[in-house]
């Protein structure tokens, strides 16, 4: 465990801090402080109608957020806190606008990271975005921290994130519950825990989504991403190739993640950005669509919205 005084002090003084969680690191600022959390808006280059996650270290503290917990939210944060499902709750009106951009909701959830989870307890809760530059691949390294906001930058460093993707975010506030935004924890794990169905809105209404941050550009690299073509080969230098099927085996520019979509998952922000650190034109995707896994919404969006 790192040493966290420095940092919990920063967050004290209303300065922001990335930290390390299971899914991608998090751009953290006190989430009682406007100031603090404005910093936060101008450090992203962020846009300000796009709310923020309220992390906690305990349940307990989901009440200061909300006193509107249906039954449901207590059944999924028995099952799945800490971990990456983010809960959609109605806001107590003292939470402030800044995290909320102004919505009537609130976004909770508990990390599962143990550095994470020390640091909140030190420093009550966070809000945290992904620590990158609006539009940039999310951060899973504490490099990756760095390469977009300084050399300098507060990071408290941690391993590789262990997920890599972001949390799922699940809306409670209607009357059926809604995943705005697809994560590792699956549709068909949240109906399984519930006992009944739950919708999914984010491929129907981009135009106005309820999650606005799905309508922004996201996760992008400098090279341009699409998908390998059906009868491709895989032979173009200036590609950086991401494959599935073994092949054509592994070279410098073809990684064969063999089948594994938990590891392409883990890895796949980290591989956009070597790919532009490296000069690759193109970043080519095998496609994953006819496999079965249960991350392959989460990935598919966030490649969808890399290829833009
Ligand atoms: O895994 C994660 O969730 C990471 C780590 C750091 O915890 N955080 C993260 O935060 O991905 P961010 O800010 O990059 O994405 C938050 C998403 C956005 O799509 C935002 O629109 C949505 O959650 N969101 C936040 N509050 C919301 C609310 N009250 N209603 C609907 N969507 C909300
Ligand atoms: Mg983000």
Redesign the pocket.
């Known amino acids: 465990m790192p040493d966290l005084i420095r940092y919990i002090d920063l967050i004290k003084k209303g300065n922001v801090v990335a930290f390390p969680?299971e899914?991608?690191?998090?751009l953290g600022a006190d989430a009682w402080n406007p100031t603090a959390i404005q910093k936060i808006f101008t450090i992203k280059g962020r846009p300000s109608d796009?709310?923020?996650?309220v992390?906690v270290s305990e349940e307990e503290q989901v009440h200061e957020f909300s006193d509107h917990i249906p039954d449901s939210a207590h059944t999924l944060i028995e099952e799945f806190w800490p971990g990456?499902l983010?809960l959609?709750l109605p806001k107590k009106s003292k939470v402030l606008d800044a995290v909320?951009a102004g919505?009537d909701?609130?976004?909770i959830?508990m990390?599962d990271h143990d550095t994470a989870i020390e640091f909140i307890s030190k420093t009550g809760p966070l809000v945290?975005?992904?620590a990158n530059k609006s539009g940039r691949p999310?951060p899973t390294k504490s490099e990756h921290v760095k390469t977009d906001f300084g050399e300098d930058f507060p990071v408290i460093d941690g391993e590789a994130t262990k997920i890599g993707l972001?949390?799922t975010?699940l809306?409670l506030t209607g009357d059926q519950p809604e995943i705005?935004?697809p994560?590792s924890i699956s549709r068909k794990e949240i109906e399984d825990v519930l006992g009944f169905s739950v919708h999914e809105s984010f491929f129907d209404h981009m135009e106005r989504p309820?999650?606005?941050?799905?309508k922004y550009s996201h996760y992008k690299p400098k090279a341009e991403v699409r998908w390998l073509g059906a009868e491709e080969e895989p032979d173009d230098q200036d590609c950086l190739y991401l494959l599935l099927t073994s092949n054509y085996g592994s070279s410098a520019n073809i990684i064969n993640f063999n089948n594994d979509l938990d590891l392409l998952a883990r890895q796949i922000y980290d591989r956009l950005r070597q790919a532009d650190i490296e000069g690759f034109s193109t970043v080519v995707i095998e496609n994953f669509q006819d496999m079965d896994h249960p991350i392959i919404p989460a990935l598919l969006n966030r490649v969808q919205k890399a290829i833009g």
Do not use: F
């Open positions: 969680t899914t991608v690191y998090g796009n709310p923020l996650i992390h990456p983010s959609v909320t919505l909701t609130v976004a959830r990390p945290a975005p992904s999310s972001e949390s975010v809306d705005l935004r994560g309820k999650s606005p941050g799905q």
